[in-house]
């Protein structure tokens, strides 16, 4: 079973979680090569690239100039679940997690990302802004997704047997770096719907808050199945079986 999240623009490395566990991503040689290209720019090519103000520019030229492939850890270089914050991950709350729940999340949880392709949870990264819809070309690449996607998709497909589990709590700007049409699993994305002004409506907070909070349900959980999948009643949710057209696309509502 793969469980897949977004990243956050959002980082955080005040956290004083211990460092003993820790890997290394999977694509380190990939980011790289993205960040001596980063590196080649002007600060007004970075500005102009990620539509982002000079304090962030001279910010991210600095990050960027600083990075290096580390394996180890250090004050630049930290876990991605304790790392990343945002809405996402105010639902998951990845400092209250267990030590078993971060070893099931380690198996499990994997996290897309603009400069590292695949994350896992205990992955270190270093500070870093690089959306995936940056309009970057990288060699003969145009854009990031295609420097990702045979790389990303090719990934899931060797750690998914056929017909395993595949659930998709990813913004579409990110799983649109994979191609599924080529996974060996069909993808279930859970939609998350409150009402407003009596009609039901995504209202980005909330559903962002949902998937971290259903990342953390699923995570409780000691075995994931379609069936107590649909249990999530974290934040009030349930499960609507009248609201839902598709098996693949689950509808909770509050």
């Known amino acids: 079973m793969i469980i897949l999240l977004s990243p956050a623009k959002t980082l955080n490395y005040e956290s004083s979680k211990n460092l003993s566990d820790f890997s290394s991503p999977v694509f380190l040689n990939r980011s790289k090569k993205l960040i001596d290209e ?11 690239l990620m539509k982002i103000s000079d304090k962030l520019t001279s910010l991210n030229v600095s990050r960027y100039k600083s990075w290096s492939a580390q394996k180890k850890p250090s004050e630049n270089a930290k876990q991605s679940i304790y790392v990343f914050k945002g809405d996402v991950y105010q639902g998951l709350d990845a400092n209250n997690l267990t030590k078993k ?3 099931f999340a380690q198996k499990h949880l994997r996290i897309l990302s603009g400069l590292y392709g695949i994350l896992k949870p205990l992955d270190l990264i270093q500070p870093y ?8 070309s990288v060699g003969s690449k145009n854009n990031l997704y295609e420097f990702w996607k045979d790389k990303v998709t090719a990934f899931f ?7 395993e589990l595949f659930i998709n709590l990813a913004s579409n700007e990110y799983f649109s770096s994979i191609n599924s ?8 994305s859970p939609q998350f719907k409150d009402f407003k002004n009596g009609k039901l409506k995504m209202i980005s907070f909330y559903a962002k808050k949902a998937r971290g909070m259903m ?5 409780e959980l000691e075995e ?9 009643n974290f934040g009030g949710y349930t499960y609507s079986e009248e609201n ?3 098996s693949f696309a689950p509808v909770f509502i509050r």
């Open 157 to 163: 497909n060797e750690e998914l047997d056929e017909g």
């Open 129 to 136: 802004r690089l959306e995936m819809g940056t309009k970057f």
């Open 224 to 232: 994931v199945t379609r069936e107590n999948l649909l249990g999530f």
């Open 244 to 246: 839902t057209t598709s």
């Open 38 to 48: 980063l590196k080649k720019k002007k600060p007004r090519d970075i500005s102009s």
């Open 181 to 188: 049409k080529l996974l060996n699993t069909n993808v279930i």
């Open 215 to 219: 990342v953390r349900y699923l995570l």
């Open 101 to 103: 729940d971060v070893n």
